[in-house]
């Protein structure tokens, strides 16, 4: 890095990283004013949170180095990388535990159950009247709370985990459906009505395609709320594995260099899943207005 060739804590070094900041500000701010102005593909526009991401972590070398900051305050991202490869099998193991088994299960059947149960709920006044106070109901309920008795009901292994990942997903999805069945107008409806389309025929061509953007807006909350869940739950009882339970204990041992390696690990993982989620609503919703402008 061109920093380490000035003695840290030194005037100049300082004056280079401020200088390689503005730098990268101005190109961010360059490239944006480019891909407004239809002067570069849309792929460029990848580039702004990259660049503007690698400042981030350049200046947080920099100063982490320059002004000795403990690392039990705060590591530099050097030390937080040499952590994470050098206990890859270990986070691996982690990631394993707590993404693959409890993350993607609970979501699963959260997102599966609010969806089955929206359904029912727009198909029945009386369902809706007594399941969405009684859905608000659980949602408010505190996930320190929730997760020390999942893990007594299902055990310390990852089902508990996805027992609590089930109770945050369910209320969104919930919620998001209702409103998306609601969104299709009486006039289309009665256009339905009109060519002789029951209640099924209506839900399945008109009102859940419109109810899509409210549906993966859903997904989108929960994919982030699922990982969040899940290691959450397991600072409360888990087997010797797993996000939550490495963060809690390698924080006692003051690595936190260790800590922050699994927390990059859970950014990435819950911005990939964020990603894809993304992705197949662009593909699912590509009539909807506000792909077709996102794309233009």
Known sequence: MALDTLQQGEPGYWFALVSAWLFAWLFAERLSSAISADKVREVAGVLIPVVFGLTIVVAWEAITRGGNVPKVLLPSPSGIWTSLIDNIPKIAADFQQTFLKAVLAGYVLGCGAGFLVAIAIDRSPFLKRGLLPLGNFISALPLIGIAPIMVMW??????????????????PMLVNTVAGLNVAGHMERDLMRTYASG???????????????????????????ALIGAIVAEFFGTPIVGMGFRISSEIGKLNVEMVWAEIAVAALAGSVFYWVVALIERAVTFWHPSVRGGRA
């Open 154 to 171: 299902f055990g310390f292994d990852w089902p508990s985990k996805a027992a609590v990942v089930v109770i945050m997903t369910f209320f």
């Open 199 to 225: 209640y099924w025929s209506t839900l399945f061509k008109l009102r859940l395609p419109a109810a899509a953007p409210f549906i993966f807006n859903a997904l989108k909350i929960n994919s982030t709320l």
